[in-house]
């Protein structure tokens, strides 16, 4: 809730904001501008109301490379909201071996509860840093301790005793002087051995059989709660290794769990968004003979399932019930082989808003090569310039990689932007090996003559083009 309201953008700011990363789908960028203010403005309407008012579930309909995901995904950016993005395709329906639906909003909820934890842990870092400090002096001096019982048994603390004294202060002094080397960074390649809980969060990842998955029960979890409790590993690092480590484990300490996943939870419910690509895969052509194959009925099942959770219902996950009413789902598909209508009534209704997204021309990809805040010009340039090369594209030369991807996409496949990508990478390939063993600096100038130099070959010769670009 917070959240929407410090980041309550106008829809105009919303298509603003997409602007800089995405070039043209004008359509698209209001529609789903207008769906995310709408989520806001729900948030601030009447509580009667509000419970009422049903998001404005998108489909995108448009051809392959085109922005659709990316416009979602940088929605959901903008938002701070709890995104995900599934493929219709992955799913089965429930019975079948495969994943079920439901899955996507427990792994909405885990999505959730992680950016909600790391904001946590934001707040509390410089908490979590001092403490962290204080930790790794230990180790390096350990503290003196303050209570000196005598060998007699006599308590000696209040009796006067310069030794001691002068320990303590030279103790102090010392672990001064190290917090300071400590700071400026002077320490890091030291070695020091140091206490942290065994569980590192092991990367694997723990698929149990769909039963256990539809209980929200998580194996990795339950194995991760036998072996969490207290177990304690000593490892030896050098303090830079360290620090992290023990930052993690105390800024994990310092937050509190349980209002994190109550956050988690109120976010995906209010503001999650779901991103269902390939939606046209599980809709049914409906061309043919009129008999249904199987993989057209468990497509249709696909669909079932799929209609309670976007209609709202409730999902066990394993951090609690989780009502889907309110989520966002955009729904995407190149719809090529079927249309928005062989989808089964009920699931075309939960998604009225629909978009078309254009396909890509040249001039687009003369903008998507050189606008956007991403640019891949502007990665390449910010690779190399790593290895202290700098490289720049003259406006003849980007007009010609333009011309070529629109050539290659017409004759060969149309994959959209996608083809800037493997253009590109081709066109570069030769520098990007000479740097830096043949060339470590200088400025390069990429102009039209180079790129047809390392292109016009692939381009006109369609076997080539067909494997390489
Ligand atoms: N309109 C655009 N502006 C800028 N970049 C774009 C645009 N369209 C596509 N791209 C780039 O092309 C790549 C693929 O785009 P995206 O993933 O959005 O395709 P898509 O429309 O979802 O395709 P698919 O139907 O295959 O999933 C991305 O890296 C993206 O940056
Ligand atoms: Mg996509």
């Known amino acids: 809730m917070k959240q929407i309201e410090d980041k309550n953008l106008t829809p105009r700011q919303i298509v603003e904001a997409l602007d800089k990363y995405i070039v043209g789908q004008k359509e698209a960028k209001r529609s789903v501008a207008i769906s995310l203010r709408n989520r806001w403005r729900r948030l601030n309407s009447d ?24 416009i979602a995904r940088r929605l959901a950016k903008l938002a701070h909201a709890p995104f995900i993005k599934v493929e219709a395709s992955k799913f089965t329906e429930v019975g079948y071996v495969g994943r079920d639906v439901e899955s996507m909003i427990r792994d909405l909820v885990d999505i959730s509860v992680n950016m909600v934890k790391q904001e ?58 190290f917090r300071e080397k400590l700071k400026n960074g002077e ?19 723990v698929f149990g059989p769909q039963g256990v998955e539809e209980m929200g029960i998580n194996l990795q979890d339950m194995l991760g709660n036998l072996t969490r409790g207290g177990k304690k590993v000593k490892r030896t690092l050098p303090i830079k290794e360290a620090r992290e480590l023990l930052l993690e484990e105390e800024s994990e300490k310092l937050i509190d769990h349980e209002a994190a996943i109550q956050e988690a939870l109120d976010r995906v419910q209010n503001q999650g968004i779901v ?19 199987g993989a057209d ?12 959770i976007v209609e709202g219902s409730t999902v066990s996950t394993r951090n609690g019930l989780v009502k889907t009413d309110h989520i966002l789902f955009i729904g995407s598909g190149a719809f090529h082989f079927s249309k928005p209508s062989d989808l ?20 687009d990809f003369i903008d998507i090569l050189t606008k956007p805040k991403n640019a891949l010009t502007k990665q390449y340039q910010a690779m190399l310039a790593s290895e202290g090369v700098n490289i720049e594209f003259t406006e003849d030369a980007i007009r010609e990689i333009a011309k070529i991807a629109a050539q290659v996409n017409d004759q060969v ?21 000479a740097v830096p063993d043949d060339i470590s600096s200088g400025e390069i100038t990429i102009d039209k003559e180079y790129v047809d130099k390392q292109l016009q070959d692939l381009a006109t010769d369609k076997d080539l083009s067909h494997y390489i670009l």
């Open 413 to 433: 496949e149309n994959i959209g932007a996608r083809r800037l990508h493997t253009i590109l990478s081709s066109l570069l390939e030769e520098l990007l090996y």
């Open 297 to 308: 009925v468990s497509r249709q099942g696909v669909q079932r399932d799929l209609l309670p």
């Open 47 to 70: 509580e009667e109301i509000r419970e009422e008012i049903i998001p404005n579930n998108i489909l995108m309909i448009g051809p392959t490379g085109v922005g659709k995901t990316e």
């Open 275 to 293: 991103f269902i690509d390939e939606i046209d895969k599980v809709a049914d052509s409906g061309s043919g003979s009129g008999m249904k194959s």
């Open 120 to 177: 946590m842990q934001e707040r509390v870092k410089e908490k979590a840093v001092k403490i962290v400090e204080e930790r790794i002096l230990d180790t390096l001096i350990p503290p003196v301790r303050k209570k000196q019982t005598t060998s007699s048994g006599f308590q000696a603390e209040d009796e006067f005793d310069p030794g001691n004294a002068s320990d303590a202060e030279l103790n102090e002094r010392t672990r001064e002087r």
């Open 344 to 363: 089964i009534p009920e699931l075309q209704g939960r998604f009225p808003i629909r978009v078309e997204l254009d396909s890509l021309t040249e001039d």
């Open 187 to 205: 320490l890091d390649d030291r070695k020091i051995e140091i206490e942290v809980s065994a569980k590192k969060k092991p990367m694997m990842q």
